[in-house]
């Protein structure tokens, strides 16, 4: 039996026949009915504006679990029952007079889940005829991202949702931080001495995260070319990781104690003037390229593609923390589409000793890392320093791994999927894995001033060929400060 307790719930999925629906929250919610973490009396209802039987919509959800659910895991039991689950509804989210249909489905003693897998600019509408339907009152909505496109935008759709629905019973997706790994990092920092009275300046070297993309824009031109890699990755992804290494110590494990903590990191970001734009951001678009031995086209000449274009598909640069704890530390951060390996992940250098005592020749080995593999293959790896065997070796050196590989090391379990774990977290009514509205506004608030920058300069991005790691002026913003991207990155 689990060993935890999941009230039942309807869950109402908004743009039900969307890709994300389809590639991730319909297997998500498959996998929790899989492992028995679904009420008997949970239902899903799946919402859009596609007309048709309901027979129909229900077998093309049947088809996409076997698409994107591994034939290993697909259970005919199971299958019958999810599919015994599921209800479909077509309506137009922005005519209040569909919503009578949605209430005839709700049940007044069991919660509603709003799940918004549609654009930013309809959970306006979505959220005041749900009120209008008398359907808000213990409802909890759940809010794709990006919210917004910068502070200001971001601010008006936040004030949308929050006339008719509490901070409270708001749950702002970052599926980043429903991984295992990242997870971990809450674990791995405050039940572990060891790390954490060495998480600071006075023992860190630098940071880096990284999460780079073999993929390039998979048929989204009109989606990200309005975006970008910076307001796509570093906004949400990128920041949330530099928050959950860099916080303090929360008080507790809650969700507003947590979230306190991240908005403190977020509010001691020092800002990046324009002056120091050149010096400390980079900004890069991929050109036609060989990935994986496959040649690949450039961003200019995807599908639909602007040849005019100056979105930004790789960006890397150094942030500073200016507090007590991270003075004098940077973090570098890089993030690009195209690039030579599909890898998420977090390195923690640590500073070397203050006198060597081994042979000269060694010094440069001396160095320990932390590496937080978020994928693929999860896991913590401890870079540390031991002597090499052997008669003949004296004392000399070799870097190796004290590791964790959470695939060869919980062999029993099979790692679930991020978005499984924050429909579960939904369900039970926790929000610790979720961005609050100050989060979302602190992070706007900085990287704006990255944007603005960019369009005071007309910095244009640099070229980089696709299967590579970057424009070289990545390699030269880490170099310049006397260290090297961690690996083979």
Not at 125 to 145: D, F, N, S
Not at 443 to 453: H, M
Request: hydrophobic share 40%; proline share 5%; net charge negative.
């Amino acid at each position: 039996m689990p060993a935890i307790t999941v009230e039942a719930t309807l869950f109402a999925l908004f743009g039900a026949s969307g890709d994300l629906a389809m590639r991730k929250l319909f297997p998500a919610l498959y996998q929790l009915d899989r492992a028995g973490l679904l009420h008997a009396e949970t239902r899903v209802l799946a919402l859009s504006r596609d007309a048709g039987e309901p027979a129909g919509h229900l077998d093309r959800i049947g088809e996409a679990l076997r698409r994107y659910v591994p034939e290993s895991q697909l259970d005919p039991v199971v299958l019958e029952r999810f599919r015994e689950r599921l209800d479909y509804l077509t309506m137009d989210f922005r005519r209040g007079e569909d919503y009578a249909a949605l209430a005839e489905k709700v049940s007044p003693d069991i919660p509603l889940i709003a799940y918004f897998a549609t654009p930013a600019s309809v959970y306006g509408p979505i959220c005041e005829h749900l009120a209008a339907a008398g359907l808000a009152e213990q409802t909890r909505v759940v809010l794709e991202k990006p919210i917004g496109h910068d502070l200001a935008s971001s601010r008006v759709v936040n004030e949308a949702v929050a006339q008719y629905f509490p901070e409270s019973r708001i749950y702002r997706i970052d599926h980043y931080l429903g991984k295992e790994t990242v997870q971990n990092l809450i674990a791995l920092r405050f039940a572990n001495s060891l790390f954490e009275t060495q998480w600071n300046q006075h023992h860190i070297s630098h940071v880096e995260i990284t999460v780079a993309e073999t993929v390039g824009i998979e048929g989204r031109w009109g989606y990200f070319d309005q975006a970008g890699q910076l307001r796509d990755m570093i906004q949400n992804h990128l920041l949330q990781l530099l928050c959950l290494i860099a916080m303090d110590p929360p008080s507790d494990l809650t969700a507003d104690s947590i979230r306190d903590e991240k908005v403190k990191v977020l509010k001691a970001l020092a800002p990046i003037t324009p002056e120091k734009l050149g010096q400390y951001v980079v900004r890069g678009q991929y050109v036609a390229g060989t990935v994986g031995g496959k040649a690949v086209p450039g961003y200019l000449d995807e599908e639909n593609s602007n040849a005019e274009s100056s979105t930004e598909t790789f960006v890397a640069l150094r942030a500073d923390i200016c507090n007590w704890r991270w003075s004098g530390v940077p973090f570098y951060l890089r993030t690009g589409k195209r690039m030579g390996q599909k890898v998420s992940q977090i390195v923690i250098h640590f500073k070397e000793p203050p006198f060597y005592i081994f042979a000269p020749e060694q010094r440069s080995l001396i160095s320990n890392r932390l590496i937080i593999r978020l994928q693929p293959d999860e896991g913590i790896s401890l870079q540390v320093m031991t002597k090499e065997q052997g008669l003949d070796k004296g004392m000399h050196l070799r870097s190796g791994p004290l590791q964790l590989n959470f695939s060869e090391t919980y062999k029993s379990s099979r790692i679930p999927d991020a978005y499984e774990r924050l429909l579960l977290e939904v369900m039970q009514g926790n929000q610790n894995l979720f961005v609050r509205k100050d989060e979302i506004e602190y992070a706007w608030r900085w990287c704006d001033q990255l944007i603005d920058g960019w369009s005071r300069l007309g910095d244009a991005p640099k070229a980089y060929p696709a299967g590579s790691w970057g424009p070289v002026a990545s390699i030269a913003l880490i170099t310049r400060d006397g260290r090297s991207w961690y690996g083979d990155l």
